[in-house]
Structures are given as structure tokens and as C-alpha cells.
């Protein structure tokens, strides 16, 4: 079975920090994938990675960045957080083509809390 | 964007089946039909995906109507377990990116 897995399942940090959220998969997958989850408004891209040190820009990137310096790792970089960005963050993984129909496969998330 | 239509709720007795259908009507011919599931606090969970022809794996099956406007997931015995939020979702050629609507909750009586 495909593992992903991310670093913390809750997380609290305070506004103005540098926030790292890390996730790992144990599939050898080319295509990775970072979203938030908001009630009322579902599941939204923020970054994905198609290949090592290959980003692009998902829907609400403004506020973040990412990291791909190895194919199993995914980071995701709250530059400096916000009340906003207080979230459910899922990273998910993908194999083959980024356009193909295979499924994604998500870890547990990280509930992140920016007081 | 290819739309989905779910009941937003379904109650289950553990044990017994549960069938959960899907309406898309709007789908076209090279959209994949996706399901989904999230449990109460956690990430979502692939379940099953087909194009025309039914599906099973180990987690469900996938009965796709003949004209593909509609499909089913079934559930073969429900377990507490299963208690979750069910998506469906339509993926098609150029798309990267998932997208979930409200799903259908269901609860599985014990």
C-alpha cells in the first residue's frame, strides 16, 4: 500500500514564524501535491511538484512556498504565518503522468493552528 | 467542470450493504469516475475508480450504468469503520488537481 506520510498531525505556531510542513512517500511517485481543507470550502491546490525540483503554482499559492530536493520529499514553507492560514494541510502523491487518471493518495494532514 | 450529485446523508446497520449512488449526468467520454472517502479528522482515502466497465477491489465495487450518467458505489458489509464522508468525483484528460463537493456522510449503525 502507498504510505504518505506528513511530519505532524497538529502543529501550533504563532504569527510572523517560519513554518515547515514536511511529507514524505514511500512509492517512488513522480507527482506530489500540497492543499489546504476549509469547512465550507472544500479542497483548495497550493503548490505541486511534477519531478525533482520542478514547482508550479496550484490555486491560492500567495503566502507559501515549497521544496522538492528529493523525489519522496515534499515541503511546504509558510513564509511567514498568518491567522489565515490556520488549516487542515494534505499533502498527496501521485504516479505517472501528472494529467494521467491515477488516483492520488493522501497522508493523515497536519492541523495547523496560527494564533 | 464535469459536476457530481450525492444524497448528502445515508445511515447504514453494521454488517449490511450500503449502496451509494452518483449522478453525472454532464459526464463526458474520457472522465474517469473517482470515489474518495474521508474519516472523521483524517486525509482523504482513494477508494475505487473506473471508466465504463464495473469495479471491485479489496475496499468496494463500482457499478457504472450502461450510458454512464450515473454509478454506485457499494459497500459489501459496512463496519464502523466506514463511517466517513464519501466523494465522487469526475477526473478527465488535463486534469491534476482534485476537487471535492459535500459527499454523502454516512453512518453505520452498530
Known amino acids: 500500500d502507498v504510505k504518505v506520510t506528513q511530519s505532524s498531525r497538529y502543529l501550533v505556531k504563532r504569527t510572523g514564524e517560519k513554518v515547515f510542513l514536511e511529507c514524505v512517500q514511500d512509492m517512488d511517485h513522480e507527482n506530489m501535491f500540497w492543499y489546504r481543507q476549509d469547512p465550507g470550502l472544500g479542497l483548495r491546490l497550493i503548490y505541486f511538484s511534477y519531478d525533482v525540483k520542478m514547482k508550479e503554482k496550484g490555486d491560492i499559492p500567495e503566502g507559501y512556498s515549497v521544496s522538492r530536493e528529493k523525489k519522496e520529499r515534499f515541503s511546504l514553507i509558510l513564509e511567514s504565518a498568518s491567522t489565515n492560514q490556520t488549516s487542515m494541510y494534505l499533502c498527496?502523491?501521485?504516479?505517472?503522468?501528472?494529467?494521467?487518471?491515477?488516483?492520488?493518495?493522501f497522508g493523515d494532514g497536519t492541523r495547523l493552528s496560527i494564533l | 467542470d464535469a459536476k457530481t450529485t450525492q444524497p448528502n446523508s445515508m445511515e447504514s446497520n453494521e454488517e449490511e450493504p450500503v449502496h451509494l449512488p452518483c449522478n453525472h449526468s454532464t459526464i463526458s467520454g474520457t472522465d474517469y469516475i473517482h470515489w474518495y472517502r474521508q474519516l472523521p479528522s483524517q486525509g482523504p482515502e482513494y477508494v475505487i475508480h473506473?471508466?465504463?466497465s464495473n469495479v471491485n477491489n479489496r475496499m468496494a465495487s463500482l457499478a457504472i450504468a450502461e450510458d454512464r450518467k450515473s454509478s454506485t458505489l457499494i459497500l459489501h458489509r459496512a463496519t464502523l469503520r466506514d463511517a466517513a464522508v464519501y466523494y465522487c468525483?469526475?477526473?478527465?484528460?488535463?486534469?491534476?488537481?482534485?476537487?471535492f463537493g459535500a459527499g454523502t456522510t454516512v453512518t453505520v449503525r452498530a
Open positions: 473506473g471508466l465504463t
Open positions: 498527496a502523491s501521485k504516479t505517472a503522468a501528472l494529467m494521467s487518471n491515477q488516483p492520488q493518495h
Open positions: 468525483i469526475l477526473t478527465g484528460r488535463g486534469d491534476y488537481k482534485l476537487s
